[in-house]
């Protein structure tokens, strides 16, 4: 299987925070945004690996400031390293004012996608080769948050995590 650079899962997509996705504070619901980047996520996902992927963990996101009613947000993900079936998929989330064109980083979230077969059974990924200053740091540090990650789930004894073990000594 041949390596595909980072940017053959890239997507974008636009979204209008609409009042019913919006709490009583007028802001956009925790919820929504977490179901627009699972899409956009998922589009990344398939992209890379050509198969179709499921969402296996949500690693990271944070609501670091609130996305108001009509917004438009932007959710720009690329698959930023695999493992053998497995995938993390870097999501940043952009917001817009409509009156002024302003566009800020509101956050990000990183996902984690496995490739399936038509049988639902987990299927080998291309890896991922990066390119840029920031495909490379993302790429460098997914072997840390995987290791976390499976430490947490009680997958991975915190003694065989020798990325993370790294960072201490």
């Known amino acids: ?27 956009l619901f925790g919820g929504q945004l977490l179901k627009w980047l699972d899409i956009s996520c998922a589009i990344s996902a398939h992209r890379h690996s050509r198969r179709l992927a499921v969402t296996v963990a949500v690693n990271h996101v944070g609501f670091d400031q609130p996305i108001r009613l009509g917004d438009f947000v932007t959710i720009k993900s690329h698959v930023s390293r695999t493992f053998s079936t497995s995938m993390e998929i870097w999501a940043d989330v952009w917001v817009e004012d409509q009156h ?14 496995v490739a399936v077969d038509d049988q639902g059974k987990p299927v080998a990924v291309p890896e991922v080769v990066p390119v840029t200053e920031e495909e490379v740091r993302r790429y460098a540090g997914a072997l840390r948050r995987r290791q976390l990650r499976l430490i947490l789930s009680g997958r991975m004894q915190p003694k065989d995590a020798t990325e993370l073990k790294a960072l201490f000594t």
Request: aromatic share 8%; charged share 10%.
């Open 100 to 113: 002024t064109g302003a566009s800020k980083l509101a956050t990000s979230a990183i996902y984690t996608f």
């Open 1 to 27: 299987m041949e390596p595909r650079p980072a940017s053959a899962g890239y997507a974008e997509t636009t979204h209008i925070v609409l009042p019913n996705e919006t709490n009583t504070m007028g802001n």
